[in-house]
């Protein structure tokens, strides 16, 4: 057995495949249904925050896509500078940069996992499975630098502490309120997720017992 095909797995025979359609199709649709979500999470916000201020009663808004920042972000900065936080756009510059290319890719290794009837069919959907989490941690990340890490000699510096914008639900900062959702985007990418689990969890029940004796009879 090679490396390659110890990856790959075996063939299964047509006739189990007609006989047991419906149980290997399962993981199929699950993981497809996953790709497919997490490419379609591209062009929706992932998160969402609304400031209300003294002056903007109605709030602001700000809506963070994986590659941009949409909304009242003019305003906002022009609120953030009096107290000393950078401008939006300075955030997570990399991670923006680079997002649609990593997002089409962990969608093509979920999808190519479909393929694989081997325990490296988990190995691959790894980093999607994961990336909901990996995502909420980058942004975490990126509230507390800016929120903790405020220019002392802006106007209004002395009359707030460093603080974390919330990563979910209500905050206060100073005279601002904030709100911060999850947004359609991140759901979608929390969905897969699922999905994904559910997906490698009937594609052990479908192929393991398959994968199993084909080890075996390569050892022999």
Avoid: C
């Amino acid at each position: 057995m090679t490396w390659l095909s110890k990856i790959i797995g075996p063939r299964i025979p047509d006739s189990v495949l007609q006989r047991e359609r419906r149980h290997f199709r399962r993981p199929t649709l699950l993981l497809s249904a996953a790709a497919l979500l997490l490419l379609i999470s591209i062009f929706f916000p992932y998160w969402r925050i609304r400031l209300y201020a003294p002056q903007y009663p109605g709030g602001l808004v700000a809506k963070v896509y994986v590659n941009r920042v949409e909304g009242d972000v003019r305003e906002i900065d022009g609120l953030n500078h009096y107290i000393g936080m950078r401008p939006l756009e300075e955030a997570a510059q990399l991670e923006r940069s680079l997002s649609i290319f990593l997002i089409a890719a962990m969608a093509l290794l979920v999808g190519g996992a479909i393929y694989i009837h081997s325990p490296w069919a988990a190995v691959l959907s790894l980093p999607a499975l994961l990336y909901p989490l990996v995502f909420l941690a980058d942004l975490y990340y990126w509230l507390w630098s800016f929120g903790t890490n405020l220019d002392p000699k802006a106007p209004l510096s002395s009359s707030v502490k460093p603080f974390v914008p919330p990563l979910l639900g209500e905050g206060q900062v100073g005279q601002f309120r904030v709100v911060a959702f999850w947004d359609i985007g991140l759901w979608m990418a929390i969905a897969a997720s699922i999905l994904i689990a559910l997906g490698l969890y009937y594609h052990r029940k479908a192929y393991k017992p398959f994968y199993d004796a084909y080890v075996a009879q390569a050892s022999t």
